[in-house]
């Protein structure tokens, strides 16, 4: 089997995915790979700016969606499809599944345009794995009470998180074959175990 040089994590705010990306750039560096860690909205001087606008300046859905993408393409055009030509690893915070569950499921925004916008945006790039972080929405609203300061997404009501939740879902429904399910609830040893396994690394 090819190994997955594209793999995303995906998860509701909270789900705790993002303390697991260092550890698997670490592992797959000490095995030889060169590994770009990457996250979205983000990754370029542009994209970090849209995500700024996205996460701080009230907007409606569509608007809301436009700036995701339109920070998606720089990202893919300078780093992403450049890493992956260049056979390279790219593990990414967040990428398209976030879309559908967020302005999707969350916001209730229109699939279709979604859909469309990521073929024009991404050209059939799609990541090889999809690690997703299920964690109920309950305990993620307590781990993100802890953590830090709420962002517009953050300090929305435990009922947008279960939209996003089941946006995540379907998204996982029409294409189970990328996905791998971390169950986020577990302890973090386990939970590490689990995303190691995933990525096909000895735990
Ligand atoms: P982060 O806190 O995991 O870095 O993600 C930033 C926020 O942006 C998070 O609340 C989810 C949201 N988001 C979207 O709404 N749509 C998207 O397409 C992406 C990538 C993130």
């Excluded at 309950?138 to 939740?165: C, H, I, M, T």
């Amino acid at each position: 089997m090819t190994p997955a040089r594209f793999i995303t994590f995906e998860g509701i705010d909270g789900a705790g995915k993002s303390t697991h990306i260092a550890v698997v750039a670490q592992r797959l560096r000490q095995r030889g790979d060169e590994v770009v860690v990457t996250r979205e909205p983000g990754g370029t001087e542009l994209a970090e700016a849209l995500r700024e606008l996205v996460l701080t300046r009230p907007m409606d859905s569509l608007t809301e969606s436009l700036l995701v993408f339109a920070a998606r393409r720089d990202h893919l055009q300078r780093v992403i499809e450049p890493a992956l030509a260049a056979g390279q690893t790219v593990l990414c915070d967040r990428f398209t599944d976030a879309t559908f569950a967020y302005q999707g499921g969350g916001r209730g925004f229109d699939l279709g345009v979604l859909r469309t916008l990521e073929q024009w945006v991404q050209a059939g790039r799609q990541p090889d794995l999809t690690l997703w972080f299920d964690v109920p929405a309950a305990l993620a609203a307590e781990r993100r009470a802890q953590a830090r300061a709420a962002d517009r997404f953050e300090g929305e009501d435990l009922a947008f998180f279960e939209r996003v939740a089941e946006g995540y879902r379907q998204r996982i429904a029409a294409a189970p074959q990328r996905f791998a399910r971390i169950d986020g609830a577990r302890p973090l040893d386990e939970v590490q175990r689990a995303v190691l396994a995933a990525v096909g690394l000895e735990p």
